[in-house]
């Protein structure tokens, strides 16, 4: 992308990566995890827990500070397995929704 160029990020999750986190422009970021921390609304720098990710499985576990941190803003209407958003008070961060019925 060229200069100006300013994505937006909102409800993702960025851990588990030894890198840099997020590069490139000036993006927008908000209602999100990342590992060493972005300023803007509703971001938080805790560890997502993940119920398995050396099984690479990235949904949430139930004390992640994650669930119900997320916003309704642009949030798709279903997640990856296809359940429905949200399944509790709000929308999770991530691409997974937490099913409490686990």
């Known amino acids: 992308p060229g200069t100006g160029f300013s994505p937006s990020i909102i409800n993702s999750i960025f851990w588990l990566y030894t890198g840099v ?3 490139n422009g000036t993006p927008i970021v908000s209602y999100s995890c990342i590992q060493d921390g972005y300023t803007g ?3 938080i720098n805790l560890n997502p827990l993940f119920v398995s ?3 690479n499985n990235f949904q949430l ?3 992640s500070p994650c669930i119900d941190a997320g916003t309704s803003n642009y949030a798709p209407s279903i997640d990856l397995l296809g359940n429905y958003r949200p399944r509790g008070n709000g929308y999770d961060m991530g691409a997974y929704e937490y099913s409490r019925k686990r």
């Open 21 to 23: 986190q997020i590069e």
């Open 41 to 43: 609304v509703g971001n």
């Open 53 to 55: 990710p050396n099984r």
């Open 61 to 63: 576990g139930n004390k």
